[in-house]
């Protein structure tokens, strides 16, 4: 079998990472064509892994490739989807938060007959909740803890002038709906699409975020309740060796989801 002909949208820290992976072997893929709204990122990417992929447009990319990967931006999600469906691929899209502004396109890609993948990011739980859906949830709560640092610049944290030098121990400073975080906390977005998603949607997945000063914790706390009983998962994230603005597990889940892909091609 021929090994699954890949496009990339996007050719940052992820795409890198991703064809890291495909260098160490063991996944049956290639990259075959790329794109990148910089195109010196693209061609950055093509050198630096000796890539023998075509450069292009957002089109011209899915249409090369068996699957396509976005790991661009929000933006990108609806343009990569959109040319997805007319080429008839399946798709990776890491920029979940992307689908917030587009509440129709992931039924549009089920009428079209197209998978997309949506990997589960630096969480542990989205499958339990996606499983525990199918009875019915009553509650879906995420918990985020991040050192101070780590939220600082945030829209709602900016907005609201919160000093967070001045914390001295562990404090709530967000809690709300999945939707309003999103807009208060950009950088937290995916995984609290992928959970809401996956269970009881953005208006009804409630977000927490705490601050710990003095700590260098990034965890995610995931509790659920509905009639399949109750669940609590607790991941606590590092940073990816290659990339220290994203966690290891979120790179992690992006080359799990490429290689599933590919075995799923090869059958
Ligand atoms: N789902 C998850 O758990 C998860 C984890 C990490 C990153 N992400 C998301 O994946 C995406 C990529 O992350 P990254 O760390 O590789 O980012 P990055 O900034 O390192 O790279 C993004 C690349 O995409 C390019 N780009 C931006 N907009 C584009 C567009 N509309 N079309 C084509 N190219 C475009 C940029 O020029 C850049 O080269 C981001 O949206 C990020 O939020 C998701």
Redo the contacts with the bound molecule.
Sequence with gaps: MANMKVGL?????????LCAALERGGIAAEIVAV????EA??VA?VNKFKLNAKLGT?DATVSAADFVV???????VK??IEAAIRHHRDCL??????LVAEPDLLARTQDAGIQVR??????CGVDGVRAAREAGLDRVTLTTRKPPKGLAGAPYIVERGIDLDALTEPTVVFEGTARDAIKGFP?N???A??LSLAGIGIDRTTVRVIAEPGSNVNSHEVVAEGAFGRLRTLTENVPSPA?P???Y???L??CAELRAAALAFSK
């Design positions: 949208v996007g050719c940052g820290n992820i795409s890198a990472e794109s990148d709204v910089i990122q693209a990417l957002v976005e790991a661009a931006a929000p933006g990108a343009p990569v899209i890491m920029s979940i938060g992307g949506l990997p589960s990011g630096a969480l950088k977005v995916n995984v699409v992928a990339n603005k994203t966690s597990l979120a790179s889940s992006a």
